[in-house]
């Protein structure tokens, strides 16, 4: 879960965590205006909020079935370029993946429209893998500023260009214009090893100039030679904090938000979905999707059918004969379009298949 350091969030820290490792039955799938505000506010002060119990747990093991032979075409395809033995995989928008209780969830779309607006858009459905033999992630954001030269002399101007990136490099960090929502198609907890997400909190209005010693502090190896670290660079570094998740729980966060991934030690993929919201106006055609006409046509369902239409009404819509129902393993947004995107703070490598990380389609 994620634990501040500060010691006004311990309270809520112990039972954030408690209720992720405490047997349970699912919650009721409706939550209050009252909760919905809440865990929207968490979001703007933290960067990111857990909703429990959203999601049915038997949805999601019939995606986790059906991604088997996506994970497996995708490993074949090229190597992964998310670190080693991690993969990121977009599996053709139909179902079980298609689900409109799933990403029109009346929890899902309450908060969303909270920080981004009612007029929000889904814009990507993706999985990350990571399997046994993966490692520590770089510490990164998914996004680089959204307005990088707003503090820039005009074109023409005789200005000191390394003042001008200075200047750009503090500009304020505006609030929330993309989410990624997050659920695992396998429970992630301590006794799974299997790789949790670790994030950084209230790490996701900072600005170029002020991540730049949380970076640095992340990429610090302190383990191995701690001589070398300052209190400082262990105070930051414990500001990561892993995200435990039941199979049916939600992460919600701002895209710009410091995390990583950890390493999978379990014999089992570790599926981790993540879902795209974006302000209407915004768009990132590496991660677009492609939506099936007569899937689409189907949305007509009631207040559920006109809120999936409406998150959908921008993205591209294909005949059902050109609709290409088989993944063939390809991806856009591998690692030099997502070092782009998160304005340089990822900085990961392809690296060769490796032969013990195989998956049976």
């Given at each position: 879960?994620?634990?501040?350091?500060a010691?006004?969030?311990?309270?809520c820290?112990?039972?954030?965590?408690?209720a992720?490792?405490?047997?349970?039955?699912?919650?009721?799938?409706?939550?209050?205006?009252?909760?919905?505000?809440?865990?929207?506010?968490?979001?703007?002060?933290?960067?990111?909020?857990?909703?429990?119990?959203?999601?049915?747990?038997?949805?999601?093991?019939?995606?986790?079935?059906?991604?088997?032979?996506?994970?497996?075409?995708?490993?074949?395809?090229?190597?992964?370029?998310?670190?080693?033995?991690?993969?990121?995989?977009?599996p053709?928008?139909?179902p079980p993946?298609?689900?409109?209780?799933?990403?029109?969830?009346?929890?899902?779309?309450?908060?969303?429209?909270?920080?981004?607006?009612?007029?929000a858009?889904?814009?990507?459905?993706?999985?990350?893998?990571?399997?046994?033999g993966?490692?520590?992630?770089?510490v990164?954001r998914?996004?680089?500023?959204?307005f990088?030269?707003?503090h820039?002399?005009?074109?023409g101007?005789?200005?000191?260009?390394?003042?001008?990136?200075?200047?750009?490099?503090?500009?304020?960090?505006?609030?929330?214009?993309q989410?990624?929502v997050?659920f695992?198609?396998?429970d992630?907890?301590?006794?799974?090893g299997?790789?949790?997400?670790?994030?950084?909190?209230?790490?996701h209005?900072?600005?170029l100039?002020?991540?730049?010693?949380?970076l640095e502090?992340?990429?610090a190896?302190c383990?191995?030679?701690?001589a070398?670290?300052s209190?400082?660079t262990?105070?930051?570094?414990?500001?990561?904090?892993?995200?435990?998740?039941?199979?049916?729980?939600?992460?919600?966060?701002?895209?710009?938000?410091?995390?990583?991934g950890?390493?999978?030690?379990?014999?089992?993929?570790?599926?981790?979905?993540?879902?795209?919201?974006?302000?209407?106006?915004?768009?990132?055609p590496?991660?677009a999707?492609?939506?099936?006409?007569?899937?689409?046509?189907g949305?007509?369902?009631?207040?559920?059918?006109?809120?999936a239409?409406?998150?959908?009404?921008?993205?591209?819509?294909?005949p059902?004969?050109?609709?290409?129902?088989e993944?063939?393993?390809?991806?856009s947004y591998?690692a030099?379009?997502?070092?782009?995107?998160?304005?340089?703070?990822y900085?990961?490598v392809?690296?060769?298949?490796?032969?013990?990380?195989?998956?049976?389609a």
């Amino acid at each position: 879960m994620f634990c501040r350091a500060a010691a006004r969030r311990s309270c809520c820290c112990i039972a954030l965590l408690l209720a992720a490792l405490l047997p349970r039955t699912v919650l009721a799938q409706q939550f209050s205006e009252a909760e919905l505000d809440a865990f929207a506010e968490e979001v703007r002060r933290d960067g990111f909020t857990l909703i429990p119990s959203v999601l049915p747990p038997a949805k999601l093991r019939a995606m986790r079935a059906a991604f088997r032979p996506v994970l497996a075409k995708r490993m074949l395809s090229s190597p992964s370029d998310r670190g080693p033995a991690r993969y990121y995989a977009t599996p053709p928008f139909v179902p079980p993946f298609w689900d409109p209780d799933v990403f029109a969830h009346p929890a899902i779309v309450g908060v969303v429209a909270r920080l981004v607006g009612a007029d929000a858009v889904l814009c990507q459905f993706a999985v990350d893998t990571p399997l046994n033999g993966s490692a520590l992630q770089d510490v990164h954001r998914d996004a680089a500023p959204l307005f990088p030269e707003q503090h820039r002399h005009p074109a023409g101007a005789a200005a000191d260009a390394a003042a001008a990136d200075a200047a750009t490099a503090a500009a304020d960090e505006p609030p929330a214009a993309q989410l990624a929502v997050n659920f695992p198609l396998v429970d992630v907890l301590p006794a799974t090893g299997n790789g949790p997400t670790e994030v950084a909190a209230a790490t996701h209005r900072l600005t170029l100039a002020q991540a730049k010693p949380y970076l640095e502090a992340f990429a610090a190896d302190c383990f191995t030679t701690p001589a070398d670290c300052s209190a400082e660079t262990m105070r930051l570094q414990q500001l990561l904090q892993p995200v435990y998740m039941r199979l049916g729980d939600v992460l919600l966060r701002d895209v710009r938000g410091l995390h990583r991934g950890t390493p999978n030690h379990s014999a089992e993929p570790r599926e981790m979905v993540v879902m795209g919201y974006s302000r209407a106006w915004l768009r990132r055609p590496e991660v677009a999707l492609r939506v099936k006409q007569s899937l689409y046509d189907g949305l007509r369902g009631g207040s559920s059918g006109a809120v999936a239409r409406a998150l959908l009404r921008f993205e591209e819509r294909v005949p059902d004969a050109a609709f290409e129902h088989e993944y063939d393993g390809r991806e856009s947004y591998d690692a030099a379009v997502l070092g782009a995107a998160s304005g340089g703070s990822y900085r990961g490598v392809s690296v060769s298949v490796s032969a013990d990380s195989t998956v049976e389609a």
